[in-house]
């Protein structure tokens, strides 16, 4: 400990959590091994993500979003994280706009305060082409097998600027999350790891979900795995346009028109407390 101080926002997206730093009015230099003391549950303050809000340079977009798993690794994208970004912006005086670009190390997503406090990102278009997720096979197809365990585990492969994997099951209160969403996670197929969604499909415009977030294990909530989901529902011919994914901490309203559209995610983001840590 060096002693200096740095002060944070502790804030959630329907039950997915995290620590958020202003890294513009104040300096912040982590390295992972303090980002995973920050997100340790106990014997840091506790997290699923670290956000850090970064001034931009570039026209095309007001803020930077960084996004670190909670193993200390810096990812692309965070769907309940962005909803949380616009909030934290803006309360704390940061822009006084209630539509928001961002550039994530994913390209730019839109965020957009809606008067009753909800947040609605443009997480952009979902890239299919396995290269691009990245996946490892040689072309596209709607569901892909590997052999895992003696057995043929099926699912759709999905980039929403981070790469998703989602299973179709029966009861996703009995689906082995954390046991195969662990073994694909590091699946060499695929080269950045991956995360898994297990999706059970209730209606047209309906589906429950579980994820095992690559970095951070399985959380209440995961807003990129919601649009990977529904992304993978409609390719299959499951969905409609619009659907209400539920997950374990609430729920989030997404909507995809199709290939080449982007996705749509409207949901919660709140702040819990804010303190002071000595780094
Ligand atoms: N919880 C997030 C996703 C965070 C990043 C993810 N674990 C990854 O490694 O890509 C969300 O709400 O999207």
Redesign the pocket.
Same mark, same amino acid.
């Given at each position: 400990m060096t002693g200096s101080e740095l002060h944070f926002t502790k804030m959630q997206?329907i039950g997915?959590d995290f620590v958020v730093l202003d890294g513009i009015r104040q300096q912040v230099r982590l390295d992972a091994a303090q980002i995973r003391w920050i997100a340790d549950r106990h014997f840091g303050v506790g997290c699923?993500?670290v956000l850090l809000v970064e001034a931009y340079a570039g026209e095309d977009a007001d803020f930077r979003y960084r996004?670190f798993?909670a193993d200390g $690794?810096e990812?692309?994208?965070? &769907?309940? $994280?962005a909803r949380c970004f616009a909030r934290f912006v803006y309360d704390q005086g940061l822009t006084h706009k209630t539509t928001i670009p961002v550039m994530t190390a994913a390209g730019r997503i839109l965020l957009q305060i809606q008067p009753d406090g909800q947040v609605t990102v443009n997480m952009g278009v979902p890239e299919l082409e396995p290269a691009r997720i990245p996946f490892i096979s040689e072309r596209r197809q709607t569901l892909y097998n590997l052999e895992m365990a003696g057995k043929t585990v099926s699912f759709a492969a999905v980039s929403?600027g981070?790469?998703h994997a989602v299973l179709q099951v029966e009861n996703v209160d009995i689906a082995p999350v954390t046991m195969l969403g662990s073994q694909l996670e590091s699946h060499p197929a695929f080269p950045r790891?991956v995360?898994v969604g297990f999706m059970q499909v209730m209606g047209r415009d309906s589906i429950r979900l579980r994820v095992f977030?690559? &970095?951070?294990g399985e959380?209440l909530?995961? $807003?990129? &795995?919601a649009c990977a989901a529904v992304v993978a529902g409609r390719i299959q011919g499951l969905l409609d346009g619009q659907a209400t994914v539920t997950l374990a901490g609430g729920c989030l309203q997404i909507e995809w028109q199709g290939e080449g559209q982007p996705v749509w995610m409207t949901g919660p983001a709140e702040t819990v407390f804010r303190g002071t840590l000595t780094i």
């Open positions: 997206g997915n699923d993500q996004i798993n $690794g990812v692309e994208q965070c &769907g309940n $994280g929403m981070n790469p790891r995360n977030e690559r &970095g951070s959380t909530a995961c $807003g990129t &795995g």
